[in-house]
């Protein structure tokens, strides 16, 4: 496969369809090194929370910033350039503005537990609340790092649905009353007086993201099958040869399929946005 690529057609299929794929963008000799290193380090990338709190490291899900091997493949020089022009593309910003991409999330796991339908832009705006004025503007990359099919967990997606209109469709917001009356769900959002969600389980409110997004997910990944089922939104599935890479907007509605027993799903994974913060860097950049 080439490792040649046409940006100005990425750039049109991401805008049109909210992904775009590079096929044989990564060269054989790079996905051999990079997983000769996930075979002999992704051991201590399983640590517990346990241990991993003693070196200061709370999450999974930034080993980027831990491990320089695999910084260095996510930001290599092809992938960082595609990124580049993709978000720069998004916010509509100058070249020369003094931010930079910076991966904040990334999956190294060979196995696949499955993830329902869901974003990875979540917007407030969805449940009526004014969205703030800046909203983490994201590209998620999926590197294939050997054939990815139906059984190893592939991510699926719903082609073109960055576009969605959730603020003037009306059957998501008949759907989220509905959902927030209790009819899909046991758990129920309301409001206080400033527009904040509040949760019943405890009246607690929304600053705590995790729980939002967790709660949020479970009423989008229904209302997204209930449309799937429908026949209203047609769904696909990225399946790869080792070296295709997809890229997606993180608007787009999508899931992670679960991998199925005897199978692996050898890839790397990563969200990407533009920062001019240095704590999102780590410390050998």
Not at 116 to 135: N, Q, T
Request: aromatic letters at 12%; glycine letters at 8%.
């Amino acid at each position: 496969m080439t490792e040649q690529y046409d940006i100005d057609y990425l750039l049109q299929d991401m805008q049109n369809n909210g992904f775009c794929i590079a096929r044989g963008l990564i060269n054989q000799n790079r996905i051999d090194a990079y997983t000769s290193h996930h075979d002999s380090a992704s051991a201590s990338w399983m640590h517990p929370l346990e241990i991993r709190k003693q070196s200061g490291w709370d999450f999974p899900t930034d080993i980027h910033k831990r491990d320089r091997v695999l910084w260095d493949f996510i930001m290599q020089e092809k992938l960082e350039e595609i990124i580049s022009t993709l978000l720069i593309a998004r916010e509509k910003m100058l070249v020369h503005e003094l931010r930079r991409v910076v991966p904040h999330l990334s999956l190294v796991y060979w196995i696949a537990k499955g993830q329902g339908w869901h974003l990875d832009e979540i917007s407030e705006s969805m449940f009526g609340i004014e969205s703030p004025p800046f909203e983490l503007k994201q590209i998620g990359v999926w590197v294939a790092l050997g054939e990815i099919n139906e059984e190893s967990g592939p991510f699926g997606f719903v082609p073109g649905s960055h576009k969605y209109d959730y603020r003037s469709d009306e059957k998501f917001h008949e759907f989220r009353d509905r959902y927030q009356l209790g009819e899909y769900g046991p758990i129920q959002i309301d409001y206080d007086p400033s527009g904040k969600p509040v949760f019943g389980d405890g009246n607690q409110i929304a600053h705590e993201t995790e729980k939002f997004k967790h709660i949020f997910g479970d009423l989008f990944d229904k209302f997204i099958t209930q449309m799937i089922s429908s026949g209203q939104m047609q769904p696909s599935m990225f399946t790869a040869q080792p070296g295709d890479v997809l890229f997606w907007d993180g608007r787009l509605i999508h899931c992670a399929h679960k991998t199925s027993p005897g199978n692996l799903r050898k890839s790397v994974i990563a969200h990407y946005h533009l920062s001019d913060n240095p704590a999102h860097l780590p410390p050998w950049v």
